[in-house]
């Protein structure tokens, strides 16, 4: 393998072209005004198991293409509420073509281009149907033009598949569904007896707010809303910059249907997001805009009391763009793939995208989204290698590079090369190429991918000047320098990890990089899950998205829907404090750039082993050379040889100021100009030392006493009024040099004098991650035991640990696959009085209903107005209380008075204003330790009374029954 590409650890090779996601739109030029004939052959189809309704019902149909298909068209016909995914990726579909019958489409949905989703060879048509009507319908016809001319016809028939339960990835190709049944066909005269039918563009009209299906709620379960948005006059202000401490995180969710809005309202989702793919733009041809998925999202959102968003993806052109205007294809030198996109040396992407921000602006002056996101970038992180082959980028390299060193001479003395002129500069290749040629080249061309983020925020900031904006970034970017580019413009960053379940070490690694950057510049982070996550795996996101302090969180429906059990237990803990750290990994860039991913392999796995019990930062030189340094006490590094002058001169001062630097044995660190003084003035007793020879008498994975004394008398050395210490163990030792460092970390007071110990909990070989905070531990336990823990730990005090402070002990047990907020102070309290159980109700009737909680027996009390019932509160931890309570007049809230120890509470705190609350707060109450009266009157009307609640968790906004079809009897 070449020296270039000597960086990338394994080549992907990827059978993508034509069969690629990335490949151009197919023209529809004269096709969008065509009618269908009804083919004889076709049927009607519905599962043949009886539910009750309403029901949910799916249905499956695999077919194979036998070349490559150059149109596509489906059409569709259905009594129900649609969702469609061709090959897994998610179909827009309009249902406004229903009639004035709740029951009946008035006509055929299409054409619905389709032609960027199907494949040569196998493909999958998955279809989600949620009914309410006697007899469910469905109907569908799809084309597929080949190239060699032939046309495939997909009728819905008895081939289908069909199942009325949920499974986890059922819409996709490499879903079993040997255990699902046929579709049986029912009758139809409308589309029996027609020859031809009249089409509808598939998003000519976009559904009414006002029209959306409401959900069926189940009154046996409760939920919490908490209070995402403090100040209802501004409810766009909640995204403006970083979120307070302590406040709830934003969840934001995509790719999902209106009607499912209020389900996903009901987990806590407040902003909805219109994911703008590549192959469905908003512009359809020059000067002809299509805003109708857009509208659709905003309207369907804000009927629910929430926020609307749109993620714009400026990488792809629309086919009639790249047919009128020249541009260079983004391009990668190995191997040699090419996207239907922007480079991003490529000026003309700045002309695509301005019309776009200035017609958006224009359209949505009076609902404006509450946040944009720019992608300017197709997603590179799946595709390793250095995406600026097209003659564009490398012109720009050859004038950036005489721009840097002046003259061909200085370049040439500095690359050790022998460039004749200007053009005659490559990029670096071959097994001899120079250090300082590699680096330069890995340099601009980070550069250059940040450069089209901020090319493309400046034309936003220049049309939206107050509008929230959030920049992409993956393991791919300089995390660093992007977050300074957000920084820049007032911009969120929002990181994307790969689309596979699992999570990888260096996602895990980018994004602790993307978060220290973020916060050091005071850059708000997100965390933006896309893939498809069982429940543990979505539990651990939610713990890391946490324990690095995102202030957002954002999953797609699927997601959201199939795991309903994780949001409504786990989201009301999600909040934007970030634990203290006085800890820091170096990232090593330089000699990541220079010699590979072999140098961040160590770090990878370093801060995987200690992410459970530890929080650390990760900087790099650029941080470090914007003085981030002076932040920590400790600096920790993992590998890289190289580093630049500037940055070791600034470690060397912060040891000496008092800093401490640990490290291995993993070469000699010296600049990248060779030098290695600053080597020896910090581990000037490294060269002295012996060989680590490992003790093997002693566990692998505990410190011997032997250890234990060379760390105090050989390893540690005093530099200045700070300490450096070296373990003499190579690569191969890195597990030893994992236990050292968790050992030095804990007991710094020890072995450092007048230093303090650092917030780290016991070595965890259980599996727990435990994130450590000021009043609480949050814990995620992805095991298959049940673990009981007792944890000591120093007390946390503002920004670290408190010299002399006692310590803080807690004795918890976490269940399997499960998270645990748990309190060090004082624990939050929610007490459920069902009315129908009140001690004194005064003579009034209770009844029963399935509306009311719990569902079943006698459910609430029918309080005459003028009347009230009665009950006792017995409260054994003293403190502040929120009261909220349910009470209807003709099945709509009204309220009553809720009278405590004589006293009527008045509620005046703004909440939140989604309409999925199904609770009135009553106010505010102080609760002695001991017995209290509760009261709850019907002041002017009849009250059913439900249920009161009292708690003192003040990030509550309300409570609601969990919708019905949040309910999956899947697997």
């Excluded at 224009?362 to 995406?387: C, M, N, V």
């Excluded at 209380?881 to 099945?891: G, S």
Aim: aromatic content about 12%.
């Amino acid at each position: 393998m070449s020296g270039f590409f000597r960086q990338i650890a394994s080549i992907i090779i990827l059978t993508l072209f034509g069969a690629s996601v990335f490949a151009a739109n197919t023209s529809m030029d004269g096709i969008k005004h065509l009618t269908v004939s009804a083919p004889q052959t076709r049927e009607v189809i519905w599962s043949g198991y009886k539910a009750s309704l309403p029901e949910t019902v799916y249905f499956r149909r695999k077919f194979n293409l036998t070349g490559q298909p150059t149109v596509g068209m489906l059409y569709l016909r259905s009594n129900s509420d649609v969702n469609m995914w061709l090959n897994g990726e998610r179909i827009r579909i309009s249902l406004s073509a229903k009639n004035g019958s709740s029951h009946e489409f008035k006509s055929v949905i299409g054409p619905i281009y389709c032609t960027h989703m199907l494949r040569p060879n196998d493909n999958i048509l998955a279809i989600e149907c949620k009914n309410s009507a006697p007899q469910g319908e469905l109907w569908f016809d799809l084309s597929a033009k080949l190239t060699d001319g032939h046309t495939r016809l997909l009728t819905s028939d008895n081939n289908t598949l069909t199942s009325h339960r949920f499974h986890t990835g059922w819409n996709t190709l490499k879903f079993s569904d040997s255990a699902w049944g046929r579709a049986i066909s029912v009758s139809d005269p409308l589309l029996l007896s027609v020859r031809s039918v009249a089409v509808f563009t598939a998003s000519s009209d976009p559904p009414k707010a006002d029209n959306l299906a409401k959900p069926q709620w189940d009154s046996g379960k409760l939920a919490r809303i908490w209070k995402w948005n403090p100040n209802p006059s501004n409810p766009h202000a909640i995204l403006a910059g970083s979120r307070p401490s302590g406040e709830q995180m934003i969840f934001s969710v995509t790719d999902f249907s209106p009607a499912q809005t209020p389900l996903l309202s009901s987990e806590g989702f407040t902003l909805f997001e219109e994911t703008n793919t590549a192959f469905n733009p908003f512009e359809k041809s020059q000067g002809v805009w299509n805003y109708d998925q857009l509208l659709t999202t905003s309207d369907s959102a804000r009927s629910w009391g929430n926020l609307w968003g749109a993620s714009l993806q400026l990488a792809f052109p629309p086919d009639w763009y790249a047919k009128s205007f020249p541009f260079s294809r983004i391009q990668c030198v190995q191997p040699p793939l090419v996207f239907q996109a922007f480079s991003p040396w490529d000026l003309h992407a700045a002309q695509f995208s301005t019309p776009l921000l200035d017609n958006i602006t224009k359209q949505f002056q009076k609902t404006p989204p509450s946040l944009i996101e720019l992608r300017p970038l197709p997603d590179l992180a799946h595709y390793p290698g250095y995406w600026c082959a097209d003659s564009v980028a490398r012109q720009r390299f050859q004038a950036d590079m005489i721009t840097k060193y002046g003259t061909l001479d200085n370049l040439n003395h500095s690359w050790g090369t022998d460039f004749a002129s200007t053009s005659d500069i490559t990029y670096p290749e071959g097994d001899s190429i120079s250090d300082k040629w590699m680096l330069d080249f890995a340099q601009w061309y980070q550069h250059g991918l940040c450069g089209i983020y901020d090319m493309q925020a400046k034309i936003f900031r220049r049309k939206w000047h107050d509008a929230e904006l959030a920049l992409p970034t993956n393991r791919v970017m300089d995390q660093s320098l992007l977050a300074s580019v957000a920084a820049r413009y007032h911009a969120d960053i929002r990181y994307q990890p790969s689309s596979n379940s699992h999570l990888s070490l260096d996602d895990e690694l980018a994004f602790e990089r993307a978060s220290t950057a973020c916060h050091f510049y005071g850059v708000p982070i997100w965390w933006e899950n896309m893939g498809a996550v069982n429940a543990s795996e979505e539990m651990k996101r939610f713990w890391l998205a946490e324990s690095l302090g995102c202030k957002g969180f954002t999953d797609t429906a699927s997601n959201a829907l199939a795991l309903p059990d994780v949001y409504f237990k786990y989201s009301k803990y999600m909040k934007t404090t970030l634990p203290t750290t006085d800890v820091a990994m170096f990232y090593p860039s330089a000699s990541h750039k220079m010699f590979g991913n072999s140098v961040i392999l160590p770090l990878e796995q370093g801060c995987h082993a200690l992410l459970p019990s530890l929080r650390f930062d990760v900087i790099d030189e650029r941080l470090i050379d914007a003085d981030a340094l002076s932040r920590y006490h400790v600096l920790i590094l993992w590998g890289g040889t190289r580093i630049p002058s500037a940055a070791y001169q600034r470690i060397a001062d912060w040891v000496s100021k008092g800093g401490i630097l640990i490290s291995y044995n993993f070469g000699k660190i010296l600049t990248v100009n060779g030098d290695a003084s600053y080597f020896n003035q910090l581990f000037g007793n490294a060269e002295d030392m012996p060989e680590y020879q490992p003790d093997l008498n002693a566990p692998a994975d505990q410190l011997s006493l032997r250890d234990i004394s060379l760390l105090k008398t050989r390893w540690m050395r005093s530099d200045g009024n700070g300490w450096t210490i070296y373990f003499p163990g190579a690569k191969g030792d890195l597990l030893k040099y994992i236990l050292v460092v968790r050992y030095v970390l804990a007991n710094l007071g020890s072995l450092l004098q007048n230093e303090k110990n650092e917030p780290i909990l016991p070595d965890l070989r259980d599996g727990l991650y435990i994130s450590l905070y000021p009043d609480h531990l949050f814990c995620f336990n992805p095991t298959d035991q049940t673990l009981i823990r007792g944890i000591t730990s120093p007390a946390i005090v503002g920004d670290g640990v408190s010299p002399g402070a006692a310590p803080v002990s807690i004795h918890f047990r976490i269940d399997p696959h499960s998270l645990l907020w748990a309190p060090l102070t004082s624990p939050i309290q929610e007490l459920l009085f069902e009315c129908e159980k009140f001690t004194n109700l005064n003579g009034q009737k209770t009844y029963g209903g399935s509306a009311y909680s719990p569902g079943m027996g006698m459910t609430h009390v029918l309080v005459k107005a003028g009347n009230q019932i009665l009950t006792r509160i017995d409260c054994d931890l003293p403190g502040n209380y929120e009261i909220y309570y349910r009470a209807l007049h003709d099945n709509v809230l009204a309220p009553a008075e809720i009278i405590v120890d004589g006293v009527t509470l008045r509620s005046s705190d703004a909440i939140s204003p989604s309409k999925v609350i199904q609770t009135l707060r009553a106010g505010r109450v102080a609760l002695s330790k001991g017995i209290h009266t509760l009261v709850l009157r019907a002041p002017k009307v009849d009250l059913d009374a439900d249920f009161v609640i009292i708690g003192n968790d003040k990030s509550i906004a309300g409570y609601c029954f969990r919708p019905k079809d949040l309910e999956n009897d899947g697997d």
